[in-house]
């Protein structure tokens, strides 16, 4: 049986999800990619740029929908665009691995409870799990229109300057589904599969 | 010279909406193969679940409509010029449409075009001409996961032991499976080129997965390793998304080119599950599509 979780997610809730777990997701949370995380860092995090444009704004916007709260590692197809009446089409994940240089800061600066991809992350994400506490939440590559049915509204759009797949969309999920692979215990299904295929990868090519 | 262009964007509609059937066919098998209530099962029937949905709808089975790749073999008398301009018109109406996502970006501003119009590369368009009078354009929609995946071997390979020969190709191919784990979107296809100079290779890899998942190599040799290949990376256990299982590849496909003495490339082209493949013949007044 799947678990429900609600946004903002508490601690507890958090701890209490193991690697295996089936979830069903609902609330508000924003979608940010290679464009998004790299301008939190550089800009919020490590500070090595000057805010510029609409960038403080769109943080103060950002900070308590992030709060306890997730962000989803995908590009979407979005119909809509001339009116503004946005509308997801498709809404898969994108690969995860691409942002482990800047994730675990950004849970932490956010408090950040669930990150949102496919293929899971890296280590520096795995010890920020543990930490904040968060999970890592695998959705189904692919799977795009059937997570867009997840999608029930657009509440909103930051950044679009950075590109329709790079843009922050803000959305409304009911029963969003995806599967824990990274949990707060500090166990990784990705770091399981990879050592158990190396080890079968050895014994293939000797 | 027959304007194609609403006949392309039907192509782009088709091959982004509408998963090939070989396609389905060797999902669906690799269903049974998992064991009931596993996350490798649940990816799967989620997929195929989402396949249903997007043919039923018309819209695309993923987000990531990749870089759309054609192939366009022509009869003496059309014109490349105008296809690649017409095939640009389809695109581009194909993005406002939303069957395709805006993925042109610039390399160094990152600045998106918004209609999937870049450069003369982007969308990427490999025209021959032909014997015979029809006209064939296909299309390969190749998602930026699988892409990145995607990899190239310089034989002989110290670190993994692989020589100039089969042996060496299969070693190098499965170390390259296991590279990707599930960050290409498994279970994936393979299209893998030998030889080639290292530009050859890789448009060569991508040319292998036109062919049909259930055909068979006309050559033994590569039929035997293509088989061999895809049970092996199997056995890996990396399965559907990377979750453990037993679906991990669902085709190989080998091909060859001719290599200068001193070079032995291995590419290997991987290809996730929505392996958007369609394929348009155009016969004197007959446009039909498979």
């Given at each position: 049986?799947?678990?429900?979780?609600?946004?903002?997610?508490?601690?507890?809730?958090?701890?209490n999800l193991r690697v295996g777990d089936s979830?069903?997701?609902?609330?508000?949370?924003?979608?940010?990619?290679?464009?998004?995380?790299?301008?939190?860092?550089?800009?919020?995090?490590?500070?090595?740029?000057?805010?510029?444009?609409?960038?403080?704004?769109?943080?103060?916007?950002?900070?308590?929908?992030?709060?306890?709260?997730?962000?989803?590692?995908?590009?979407?197809?979005?119909?809509?665009?001339?009116?503004?009446?946005?509308?997801?089409?498709?809404?898969?994940?994108?690969?995860?691995?691409?942002?482990?240089?800047?994730?675990?800061?950004?849970?932490?600066?956010?408090?950040?409870?669930?990150?949102?991809?496919?293929?899971?992350?890296?280590?520096?994400?795995?010890?920020?799990?543990?930490?904040?506490?968060?999970?890592?939440?695998?959705?189904?590559?692919?799977?795009?229109?059937?997570?867009?049915?997840?999608?029930?509204?657009?509440?909103?759009?930051?950044?679009?300057?950075?590109?329709?797949?790079?843009?922050?969309?803000?959305?409304?999920?009911?029963?969003?589904?995806?599967?824990?692979?990274?949990?707060?215990?500090?166990?990784?299904?990705?770091?399981?599969?990879?050592?158990?295929?190396?080890?079968?990868?050895?014994?293939?090519?000797? | 010279?027959?304007?194609?262009?609403?006949?392309?964007?039907?192509?782009?509609?088709?091959?982004?909406?509408?998963?090939?059937?070989?396609?389905?066919?060797?999902?669906?098998?690799?269903?049974?193969?998992?064991?009931?209530?596993?996350?490798?099962?649940?990816?799967?029937?989620?997929?195929?679940?989402?396949?249903?949905?997007?043919?039923?709808?018309?819209?695309?089975?993923?987000?990531?409509?990749?870089?759309?790749?054609?192939?366009?073999?022509?009869?003496?008398?059309?014109?490349?010029?105008?296809?690649?301009?017409?095939?640009?018109?389809?695109?581009?109406?194909?993005?406002?449409?939303?069957?395709?996502?805006?993925?042109?970006?610039?390399?160094?501003?990152?600045?998106?075009?918004?209609?999937?119009?870049?450069?003369?590369?982007?969308?990427?368009?490999?025209?021959?001409?032909?014997?015979?009078?029809?006209?064939?354009?296909?299309?390969?929609?190749?998602?930026?996961?699988?892409?990145?995946?995607?990899?190239?071997?310089?034989?002989?390979?110290?670190?993994?032991?692989?020589?100039?020969?089969?042996?060496?190709?299969?070693?190098?191919?499965?170390?390259?499976?296991?590279?990707?784990?599930?960050?290409?979107?498994?279970?994936?296809?393979?299209?893998?080129?030998?030889?080639?100079?290292?530009?050859?290779?890789?448009?060569?890899?991508?040319?292998?997965?036109?062919?049909?998942?259930?055909?068979?190599?006309?050559?033994?040799?590569?039929?035997?390793?293509?088989?061999?290949?895809?049970?092996?990376?199997?056995?890996?256990g990396i399965g559907p998304m990377g979750f453990?299982?037993?679906?991990?590849?669902?085709?190989?496909?080998?091909?060859?080119?001719?290599?200068?003495?001193?070079?032995?490339?291995?590419?290997?082209?991987?290809?996730?599950?929505?392996?958007?493949?369609?394929?348009?013949?155009?016969?004197?007044?007959?446009?039909?599509?498979?």
């Open positions: 049986m799947p678990k429900n979780l609600t946004i903002p997610i508490s601690d507890n809730a958090i701890r979830v069903l997701l609902s609330g508000v949370m924003v979608t940010g990619r290679d464009a998004v995380h790299k301008w939190m860092a550089d800009t919020f995090i490590k500070k090595t740029r000057q805010p510029s444009g609409d960038d403080l704004q769109v943080y103060q916007a950002l900070r308590p929908v992030l709060d306890g709260g997730a962000i989803y590692h995908c590009g979407p197809v979005v119909a809509g665009l001339d009116t503004r009446q946005y509308r997801f089409v498709a809404a898969g994940p994108t690969t995860s691995i691409r942002e482990e240089p800047y994730q675990g800061d950004v849970m932490h600066h956010f408090n950040l409870k669930a990150v949102i991809g496919k293929g899971g992350m890296g280590t520096r994400t795995l010890q920020a799990c543990q930490e904040v506490p968060g999970v890592y939440l695998h959705a189904i590559g692919g799977a795009a229109a059937l997570i867009a049915g997840a999608v029930q509204q657009v509440l909103g759009v930051y950044k679009l300057e950075f590109g329709v797949p790079e843009a922050i969309w803000v959305i409304k999920v009911a029963d969003f589904p995806a599967v824990v692979t990274m949990d707060a215990q500090g166990n990784s299904l990705h770091e399981v599969v990879r050592q158990e295929s190396k080890r079968i990868l050895e014994r293939l090519i000797a | 010279m027959r304007d194609l262009t609403q006949e392309i964007l039907e192509l782009v509609r088709f091959t982004s909406t509408s998963l090939p059937p070989d396609v389905e066919k060797a999902l669906r098998q690799s269903v049974e193969k998992e064991d009931p209530g596993s996350a490798a099962r649940g990816a799967l029937e989620t997929i195929l679940a989402n396949v249903e949905m997007t043919r039923r709808n018309s819209t695309p089975i993923c987000q990531d409509t990749g870089t759309p790749i054609f192939f366009v073999s022509y009869p003496e008398g059309w014109s490349p010029r105008q296809l690649r301009r017409q095939i640009q018109a389809a695109v581009a109406e194909a993005t406002q449409k939303t069957y395709l996502r805006p993925n042109a970006v610039d390399a160094l501003s990152g600045k998106n075009t918004g209609n999937n119009l870049g450069d003369q590369h982007f969308p990427t368009v490999h025209f021959q001409e032909v014997d015979g009078n029809e006209l064939t354009i296909e299309l390969i929609l190749k998602g930026g996961g699988c892409e990145n995946v995607s990899t190239q071997y310089s034989l002989p390979d110290t670190r993994l032991k692989a020589g100039r020969d089969l042996e060496g190709v299969r070693k190098v191919v499965l170390d390259a499976v296991h590279q990707a784990q599930g960050e290409g979107c498994a279970p994936g296809f393979l299209g893998v080129s030998i030889g080639g100079d290292r530009g050859t290779s890789y448009v060569a890899s991508k040319e292998a997965l036109l062919r049909k998942v259930d055909d068979t190599n006309p050559d033994a040799e590569l039929a035997a390793l293509e088989q061999r290949i895809t049970e092996e990376a199997n056995q890996l453990g299982g037993r679906s991990t590849v669902l085709g190989t496909k080998i091909t060859s080119t001719y290599r200068l003495p001193a070079s032995f490339f291995v590419t290997v082209a991987y290809m996730c599950w929505a392996y958007r493949r369609r394929k348009m013949m155009v016969r004197d007044d007959q446009v039909s599509y498979e």
